[in-house]
């Protein structure tokens, strides 16, 4: 009898024990799981912070690309303007400020263009409706009165139009002068236009993609020998462009030495036959709208003792959609071409056509290396 009833209290004493471990375990598990949700609360509500903040991020980016009006810009003269809010009627009365317009998605709101706009290869290959519009003269010869009509609220002039400003804005014609004549000025002309007209972010992409190339071509020809090159302006062989102008920035970036660095002190200059042999340059290049040919040049006899004519360096800039010898935003691709004639061993046609192609399908939507 005292044996079953010892046997009876010891089976109590276990199950009682195990019924206690058990409730033990079941309060571990439930605070585990406790401090378990608590951490992941924690984290979803960090997510949630990164999230918000990525967004504000993003939107203070895209407030920042965003011209807030009325805003005052400074053009290329030098003169503060005050734009009240953003245009939507733009006349363009030089044909280097239209093409940048048709770049930034802007040439549905031209309503007139500079005269000749028929000569453009540009506008035929991306824009052809520009060239029924309007045109409001040349540099040399405005239609102040054509202008007016057109009832625009910006217009864009070259800087040689200084004096039509104060006509024009005496009736709330808005009037920015432009004057891209190195690649510092041409930058500062996109950044103007950009801001003006509420189009930074097409801007930047632009001017992003010239300093891509200005990065690629450094690294290719970073090691290369920079040969001599003279460039021959478009009236005359013995033209040539000094240090200042944009041209020599073009020959610099695609690896070339330009002979007429040291003239510093004006823009085009003439030359003789004697200061072109001088200089001896192993290439000569005649601007895209040259009067003349490389047959003239390696024909003249003038030039028979020069080592690009000698040595058959005598090459045309490409002019099948822009001038890109001179400040056009397309002006890179001028040297991304003239990098494959000085250096083709590193800088090969296939790159400089691929360069080409993305340039005009992405800013004006067409494939150059197809037309």
Known sequence: MKKKLLSLLITLSLVLSLTACGQKNTVENTETTAESEQVITEENNTTEAVSEEDSITEESASDALTT?????????????????????????????????????????KLVGIEAKADKRAIYKLSAPELIDLPNVGTAKEFDLEGCIALE????????????????????????????????????????????ATNTQEKTNELMNFVTKQEDALANA??????????????????????????????????????????????????????????????YIILA?????????????????????????????????????????????LGS???????????????????IIDEYYETFYDFKYSEK
């Not at 009006?69 to 030089?94: C, F, M, N, W």
């Not at 040049?297 to 959609?321: F, I, R, T």
């Not at 991304?336 to 296939?350: G, K, P, Q, R």
């Open 68 to 108: 807030q009006y009325p805003v005052t810009v400074t053009d290329q003269a030098g003169r503060e303007v005050t734009i009240e809010s953003e245009p939507q009627k733009l006349v363009s009365g030089y044909y280097i400020s239209t093409s940048l317009l048709i770049s930034l998605e802007l040439d549905d």
């Open 221 to 282: 020809l970073a090691n290369a020998d920079a040969p001599s090159v003279y460039l021959a302006g478009n009236s005359s062989m013995l033209s040539t462009a000094g240090s200042a102008m944009y041209q020599s920035n073009m020959i610099t970036l695609a690896g070339g030495q330009n002979v007429a660095a040291d003239i510093t002190d004006t823009y085009w200059v003439e030359i003789d036959y004697e200061q072109l042999l001088t200089w001896n340059p192993e």
């Open 152 to 195: 625009p609220d910006l217009v864009i002039l070259p800087l040689k139009l200084k004096n039509t400003a104060e006509s024009l804005e005496k009736l709330n014609i808005d009037v920015l002068y432009v004057n891209p004549e190195n690649q510092e000025l041409l930058t500062e002309m996109m950044t103007l236009i950009g801001t």
């Open 288 to 332: 895209s709208d040259a009067d003349y040919t490389v047959y003239d040049v390696l024909a003249d006899p003038n030039l028979a003792e020069c080592s690009a004519v000698k040595n058959g360096n005598v090459y045309q800039m490409p002019s099948k959609a822009e001038s890109w010898d001179s400040p056009v935003p397309s002006g890179i």
């Open 336 to 354: 991304v071409w003239l990098a494959t004639i000085l250096h083709e061993d590193l800088f090969s046609a296939d790159t400089a056509s691929a």
